[in-house]
């Protein structure tokens, strides 16, 4: 609707404090004291009076015909404006500048792969149809002006959802110059794609873009640069982030080429992110290398005990699996193996080792009590068979009546000759056994001797110098591979 008569007068005399733009934010300035049309009160500020006397000026002010001479006629300049078609159609591309200002950045998810931003974006193009000469003075407008004026159809490209301040009215900021040039400032929040790579987690550095571009307006109409001040970004150097620093940022102005469409200008901002590690180090490297050391417990517990030893390897191995589930779960579920995945496994194979270590330990345990269980036997039983022939010989001797001859042979210190005979066969059988038992056990005595089963004892000996010695050097592997 056009400000017109006492409606103008009223809008005009109520904005006499105008915003000034600098370095891009709002400062407010007092009213000029040299302008043609200035209400002023009379008395003291302080006096209650004079508020009812202003406000009987500003009624009178309304009810009169009395002019602001250096404002601008609004509805002359807007009168047979036609916001629908850009400045200049049919001739050059307007050229737009662009400036952002990061107020924040809320949240950034690895799971999503997204940011939020808020920004304040800035831009700045020329309308000659909206130009006045006969002052110098900037002219603040307020922001339901802007539905009445043509504006870049400008938009994020890569954002998934976006959405305007408008507490406690719109954040949007207008100003109009004499010469036509016109500053637009708005307030978005943004929810950005970022396409982000993990392999390196939690030791990655990503890059994230913000990406401006006009919606419906090609290379032919509309011309995208930044603005010759946009030299950094005002609070991007002094945003703090929970996970990550922003290392370096850059801008870059590309020129899109879509075979339906045309070319379209487009305009980026390239930030680099360094995760920050410590507080990964504390939630998940380091409980990791306390369940492996905690695993090694195991080998100063003697091998009878077995329940301790089985107890404390199952709990470090689902302690372990309960970490590695609970560290992915804000992560996106893609197929790229990470860092962070690498160092659990090593980890986990680790703590499984060190169960199936004391396994091992305890089979070698059985096993060789079985071994010299059947040694026992061994020995004894040619011994046995060996007093078993003595006998059946002295009682085949003593049935054939040997016995008295024996006798006297002893006294004549001689051997009879049967009994000779009887002896030697006895002692030809013993040697041959002997010999026999000989040869079995030397065919057989160098396998066994190197498949001897070691002492359980000696595992757990070897294993407490082993497991540290190379968890040390495949965490020397590892973060030389990742971190450098």
């Avoid at 007092?30 to 000026?57: H, I, L, Y």
């Avoid at 794609?193 to 571009?213: F, G, H, S, V």
């Avoid at 929970?242 to 590309?254: C, D, G, H, K």
Wanted: charged residues 20%.
């Amino acid at each position: 609707m056009p400000l017109t008569g006492g409606r103008a007068k009223l809008w005009a005399l109520l904005h006499g404090l105008t915003p000034k733009l600098t370095h891009g934010r709002n400062t407010w300035e007092g009213a000029r004291g040299n302008q043609a049309a200035r209400v002023q009160s009379t008395g003291s500020e302080r006096d209650p009076g004079n508020t009812g006397r202003a406000m009987n000026d500003i009624g009178d002010y309304v009810g009169s015909n009395l002019e602001i001479s250096w404002l601008p006629n609004l509805d002359g300049l807007i009168a047979g404006y036609a916001r629908n078609f850009r400045p200049g159609i049919g001739g050059p591309p307007v050229n737009v500048a662009l400036a952002l200002e990061v107020a924040s950045i809320d949240h950034i998810s690895e799971a999503n792969m997204e940011y939020t931003m808020t920004v304040f974006l800035h831009q700045s193009w020329r309308d000659s149809r909206l130009s006045y000469n006969h002052t110098n003075e900037t002219l603040g407008l307020d922001s339901r002006f802007v539905d009445k004026l043509w504006l870049p159809d400008t938009f994020i490209v890569n954002a998934k959802s976006a959405w305007f301040h408008d507490v406690t009215v719109e954040n949007k900021l207008i100003r109009l110059q004499p010469d036509g040039v016109i500053l637009y400032s708005i307030r978005i929040t943004s929810t950005v794609a970022c396409d982000m790579d993990l392999a390196k987690y939690p030791m990655d550095e990503q890059e994230c873009m913000l990406e401006l571009e006009s919606y419906g307006y090609s290379s032919e109409d509309i011309v995208y640069y930044w603005s010759e001040s946009q030299e950094h970004i005002h609070g991007l150097d002094k945003l703090q982030l929970a996970q990550f620093t922003i290392t370096s940022y850059r801008f870059t102005t590309e020129l899109m080429n879509f075979k339906s469409a045309g070319q379209f200008p487009r305009l980026s901002l390239h930030f680099h992110l360094r995760r920050n590690r410590g507080v990964y180090i504390i939630q998940s490297y380091m409980p990791s290398v306390l369940l492996v050391a905690m695993s090694w417990v195991s080998f100063w517990i003697s091998q009878a005990a077995v329940p301790a030893r089985v107890s404390l390897g199952i709990t470090t191995v689902l302690t372990m699996t309960t970490l590695m589930v609970s560290a992915r779960s804000s992560l996106p579920r893609a197929s790229a193996i990470k860092a962070l995945d690498v160092y659990f496994w090593i980890c986990y194979v680790f703590v499984f080792a060190a169960l199936v270590e004391y396994a091992f330990a305890h089979f070698n345990a059985d096993y060789r009590k079985k071994q010299k269980a059947k040694a026992k036997v061994k020995v004894s039983r040619p011994r046995a068979e060996m007093d078993v022939r003595n006998a059946i010989v002295l009682f085949s001797l003593s049935a054939a009546g040997v016995t008295q001859e024996l006798a006297i042979s002893r006294r004549q210190r001689r051997v009879p000759g049967n009994l000779m005979g009887s002896y030697r066969s006895v002692g030809v059988e013993t040697g041959e056994m002997k010999k026999e038992g000989a040869a079995r056990s030397g065919g057989q005595g160098g396998i066994r001797a190197r498949l001897r089963p070691i002492d359980a004892d000696t595992i757990d000996i070897y294993a407490r110098a082993v497991f540290p010695a190379a968890f040390a050097a495949v965490n020397v592997i590892y973060w030389a591979a990742y971190a450098m």
